[in-house]
């Protein structure tokens, strides 16, 4: 039922899901060239899974939705928590940058989205390994290096 569509068959995730976060991933990138982008940046909200896929209008987003719901507690909750994570690393990152902007020192623009893009796409790697089967975590100690 799974094998013609988006839908990992073992874990029963799609990486889709992943194109909502991979399009704030380019507009933090882009922020310290062209900093009315962040205008753009804080319209950015979380989505659910299964919202993501009801707004996307695939033809298969049902079967996506009905999958997620039953995918094993293995994949999905780390999955979820990682999720979690990218939402606030996409908050606060919009937070800081957004201070940044108004800054005298450009390198803290700079530096604020390149470290929320940084964490980010980390966090989005980590959630396409689950999505494909395997359990990595990044683990607090990783975000703080990360954020240091």
């Known amino acids: 039922m799974l094998a013609d569509t988006n839908v990992n068959t073992d874990t029963f995730l799609a990486t889709d899901y992943l194109n909502h976060f991979n399009e704030i991933v380019m507009l933090l990138e882009m922020i310290p060239d062209m900093p009315d982008i962040l205008e753009e940046a804080q319209e950015w909200c979380p989505k659910s899974y299964q919202q993501h896929f009801r707004d996307s209008g695939l033809s298969d987003s049902d079967l996506t939705i009905e999958a997620y719901e039953n995918a094993p507690a293995a994949f999905r909750e780390p999955f979820d928590e990682t999720v979690e994570r990218m939402n606030q690393v996409v908050i606060r990152g919009i937070e800081t940058?957004?201070?940044?902007?108004?800054?005298?020192?450009?390198?803290?623009?700079?530096?604020?989205?390149?470290?929320?893009?940084?964490?980010?796409?980390?966090?989005?790697?980590?959630?396409?390994?689950?999505?494909?089967?395997?359990?990595?975590?990044?683990?607090?100690?990783?975000?703080?290096e990360l954020l240091s």
């Not at 796409?121 to 999505?131: C, N, P, T």
């Open 97 to 144: 940058i957004a201070a940044a902007v108004d800054s005298p020192r450009p390198e803290e623009l700079a530096a604020a989205a390149a470290t929320a893009s940084l964490l980010l796409q980390r966090l989005v790697d980590v959630a396409s390994a689950i999505i494909h089967g395997n359990t990595p975590q990044l683990e607090q100690g990783e975000i703080d």
